[in-house]
């Protein structure tokens, strides 16, 4: 059984790492368009 909770923790921490490096990447390109919409002739 403590196994299995580990295993569940694990999981977890990973899924939080994963989502929150999509959301640095989705941060960093909607950044990059921003600077597209503001700057359009750069």
């Known amino acids: 059984m403590l196994l ?3 295993a569940a923790w694990l999981i977890m ?3 939080v790492v ?3 490096l999509r959301e640095r ?3 960093k390109e ?3 368009v921003r600077r ?3 700057h359009p002739n750069k």
């Open 4 to 6: 299995g909770l580990g």
């Open 13 to 15: 921490f990973i899924y």
């Open 18 to 20: 994963l989502i929150t």
């Open 25 to 27: 990447k989705l941060r």
């Open 30 to 32: 909607l950044d990059r």
């Open 36 to 38: 597209m919409v503001e």
